[in-house]
């Protein structure tokens, strides 16, 4: 019985019901519910300003939601009386612009906080942070800075740093938006190898390809609203709604499109 | 006229000169450097301040100084904190601190803590070195705060959304990842900080002090009446630039290293403007 509890219980890694917030005067978002299973890659795409990001930066309480409930692991963030800090250990973060800390090298950004955060001896948060450079591919650039690495290379530490703390959830919000053309395969490819291992993911992202091919699930958000979801091959296969039709037309030929505006 | 800009701009440079050229010959052709030179380049007189201009005067003024600067980083920095709280109420107070302290005569603090404090606590018997301490800290702290907290503003916002995704607390965020790239950002104005307490530390002297207790003015002063002569200021002054310079070289030196404004070349300044 009890096993069963745990059971569903664990099942369930995000579940997010009736999620609303504002800046100022401006509703972001109006009302979103959100599952992710554990295991499962969540792909939310749709134009800026629609939401994706905000809803992402809610998961982890980065954004502090105006109404709704975000529960993670079984563990309500939106309770006044969670303990945030140690909720967000569970839960990895990629951003954007990488956001590696600048004074340190690449193997102190990975330790750092399994040290000050998880309490690792600095032994214990070596040998994790090397063995998580080496999935991403980076196990030579252990003594360099962040400065001194490529766009696509401070994203995979970045990803390397978040998986040092053991997460339940990664969140990526635009891991690639940043990115200079050539050196977004290598980031796909360590986020792809992360799906295949079984890693709950919540990923924003303008690569439809990869949402197409990696993704569990695909969310279009439009207007703080989730316009369609399902499956990728429906949604951006055979997309229902007008809005997902037209926004998906945009990106996957946005040179035909300028020719129709001209 | 018909000049071009560019002519235009070599001939107010050449008038520049011809400017400076003719100050320097009016001082120099009617300044009285027989009497100068009796009076600030008496040998005997400043023979007469060794040892003791270096191993008290120049001791005091270091201990005075660095005393002052370490508490007014603390406090700049404790400031700084508040000014940046999301507590209302601290960032109104810090506020009210650096405006009050800011404003304020550094010798008007240096009497105000040298009298307020025995009369406040009729116990205490208060040691020069803590009087200083707190008052040059008090008032250096006031304008540390304001470099203190344009350093912490300038790390950028991801990093500190970075820590906290990590799930490090405000205060571990602050001091592993905001407050040692901060650092490096206000190394230079803080060294700029150290030079002007440098020379604020000459202000002990209105405290009243035991021979023990000369600063380098206070010193340059007493000698000044020992030896009638006035070459005893000219030697203290030395003394300050002994300090100061190679603090103006650091400043400089780490501006650069740590990739700060570069130092303007003279066609970068305003004057070229107005040309």
Same mark, same amino acid.
């Given at each position: 019985?009890?096993?069963?509890?745990?059971?569903?219980?664990?099942?369930?890694?995000?579940?997010?019901?009736?999620?609303?917030?504002?800046?100022?005067?401006?509703?972001?978002?109006?009302?979103?519910?959100?599952?992710?299973?554990?295991?499962?890659?969540?792909?939310?795409?749709?134009?800026?300003?629609?939401?994706?990001?905000?809803?992402?930066?809610?998961?982890?309480?980065?954004?502090?939601?105006?109404?709704?409930?975000?529960?993670?692991?079984?563990?309500?963030? !939106?309770?006044?009386?969670?303990?945030?800090?140690?909720?967000?250990?569970?839960?990895?973060?990629?951003?954007?612009?990488?956001?590696?800390?600048?004074?340190?090298?690449?193997?102190?950004?990975? !330790?750092?906080?399994?040290?000050?955060?998880?309490?690792?001896?600095?032994?214990?948060?070596?040998?994790?942070?090397?063995?998580?450079?080496?999935?991403?591919?980076?196990?030579?650039?252990?003594?360099?800075?962040?400065?001194?690495?490529?766009?696509?290379?401070?994203?995979?530490?970045?990803?390397?740093?978040?998986?040092?703390?053991?997460?339940?959830?990664?969140?990526?919000?635009?891991?690639?938006?940043?990115?200079?053309?050539?050196?977004?395969?290598?980031?796909?490819?360590?986020?792809?190898?992360?799906?295949?291992?079984?890693?709950?993911?919540?990923?924003?992202?303008?690569?439809?390809?990869?949402?197409?091919?990696?993704?569990?699930?695909?969310?279009?958000?439009?207007?703080?609203?989730?316009?369609?979801?399902?499956?990728?091959?429906?949604?951006?296969?055979?997309?229902?709604?007008?809005?997902?039709?037209?926004?998906?037309?945009?990106?996957?030929?946005?040179?035909?499109?300028?020719?129709?505006?001209? | 006229? =018909?000049?071009?800009?560019?002519?235009?701009?070599?001939?107010?440079?050449?008038?520049?000169?011809?400017?400076?050229?003719?100050?320097?010959?009016?001082?120099?052709?009617?300044?009285?450097?027989?009497?100068?030179?009796?009076?600030?380049?008496?040998?005997?007189?400043?023979?007469?301040?060794?040892?003791?201009?270096?191993?008290?005067?120049?001791?005091?003024?270091?201990?005075?100084?660095?005393?002052?600067?370490?508490?007014?980083?603390?406090?700049?920095?404790?400031?700084?904190?508040?000014?940046?709280?999301?507590?209302?109420?601290?960032?109104?107070?810090?506020?009210?601190?650096?405006?009050?302290?800011?404003?304020?005569?550094?010798?008007?603090?240096?009497?105000?803590?040298?009298?307020?404090?025995?009369? =406040?606590?009729?116990?205490?018997?208060?040691?020069?070195?803590?009087?200083?301490?707190?008052?040059?800290?008090?008032?250096?702290?006031?304008?540390?705060?304001?470099?203190?907290?344009?350093?912490?503003?300038?790390?950028?916002?991801?990093?500190?959304?970075?820590?906290?995704?990590?799930?490090?607390?405000?205060?571990?965020?602050?001091?592993?990842?905001?407050?040692?790239?901060?650092?490096?950002?206000?190394?230079?104005?803080?060294?700029?900080?150290?030079?002007?307490?440098?020379?604020?530390?000459?202000?002990?002297?209105?405290?009243?002090?035991?021979?023990?207790?000369?600063?380098?003015?206070?010193?340059g002063r007493v000698a000044l009446n020992q030896f009638r002569s006035l070459t005893p200021v000219l030697v203290a002054g030395v003394c300050y630039l002994i300090i100061t310079i190679p603090?103006?070289?650091?400043?400089?030196?780490?501006?650069?290293?740590?990739?700060?404004?570069?130092?303007?070349?003279?066609?970068?300044?305003?004057?070229?403007?107005?040309?």
């Open positions: 019985m009890s096993s069963q509890v745990t059971g569903t219980a664990s099942d369930v890694a995000v579940e997010i019901t009736g999620l609303t917030k504002s800046f100022g005067p401006l509703q972001v978002l109006r009302g979103i519910d959100l599952r992710v299973n554990r295991g499962e890659v969540v792909c939310v795409i749709g134009p800026s300003g629609s939401g994706k990001s905000t809803l992402l930066r809610c998961v982890n309480l980065l954004e502090e939601p105006d109404g709704g409930t975000v529960i993670v692991d079984g563990v309500d963030l !939106t309770d006044p009386d969670c303990d945030i800090d140690s909720a967000r250990r569970r839960i990895g973060m990629v951003f954007q612009s990488f956001n590696l800390f600048a004074h340190l090298n690449v193997l102190n950004n990975l !330790t750092i906080a399994q040290r000050k955060v998880l309490g690792r001896d600095r032994a214990a948060a070596q040998e994790i942070a090397l063995a998580n450079l080496e999935r991403v591919g980076l196990s030579e650039k252990a003594n360099s800075l962040p400065n001194q690495l490529s766009g696509g290379q401070q994203q995979r530490v970045a990803i390397a740093r978040a998986l040092s703390m053991d997460p339940d959830v990664m969140l990526f919000d635009e891991p690639t938006s940043a990115l200079d053309p050539e050196l977004v395969g290598d980031v796909l490819n360590v986020m792809r190898k992360l799906a295949i291992e079984g890693m709950t993911m919540l990923v924003v992202t303008h690569e439809m390809l990869f949402a197409r091919e990696v993704a569990d699930k695909v969310l279009f958000m439009d207007g703080g609203l989730i316009v369609e979801e399902g499956p990728p091959d429906q949604v951006i296969g055979d997309p229902q709604q007008e809005r997902t039709r037209t926004f998906l037309a945009r990106v996957l030929n946005p040179i035909g499109q300028r020719e129709g505006d001209g | 006229m =018909a000049l071009s800009k560019r002519k235009r701009a070599q001939v107010f440079r050449g008038v520049q000169y011809a400017i400076l050229v003719a100050v320097i010959v009016i001082v120099a052709f009617t300044a009285n450097w027989g009497r100068i030179a009796d009076a600030f380049l008496d040998a005997e007189a400043a023979g007469g301040m060794f040892p003791g201009v270096l191993t008290v005067g120049l001791k005091n003024t270091v201990i005075y100084t660095a005393l002052g600067f370490s508490f007014g980083v603390v406090l700049g920095l404790i400031l700084a904190l508040m000014r940046l709280s999301s507590v209302r109420v601290y960032r109104v107070l810090a506020a009210i601190y650096i405006e009050f302290f800011r404003g304020l005569p550094a010798l008007l603090v240096i009497l105000a803590v040298g009298t307020a404090i025995p009369l =406040a606590f009729p116990g205490v018997i208060l040691d020069k070195y803590v009087a200083l301490m707190l008052a040059l800290g008090i008032v250096g702290g006031a304008y540390m705060a304001e470099t203190f907290r344009a350093g912490l503003q300038a790390v950028p916002a991801g990093q500190v959304e970075a820590a906290r995704s990590l799930g490090m607390s405000t205060t571990k965020t602050n001091t592993w990842v905001v407050i040692p790239q901060a650092f490096k950002i206000i190394l230079p104005p803080l060294t700029n900080e150290l030079i002007l307490l440098t020379k604020d530390s000459s202000l002990a002297l209105f405290l009243g002090s035991t021979v023990d207790e000369y600063e380098l003015t206070q010193y603090l103006s070289y650091l400043s400089r030196y780490l501006e650069r290293r740590t990739g700060g404004k570069k130092i303007s070349s003279p066609e970068s300044t305003g004057l070229e403007v107005a040309a």
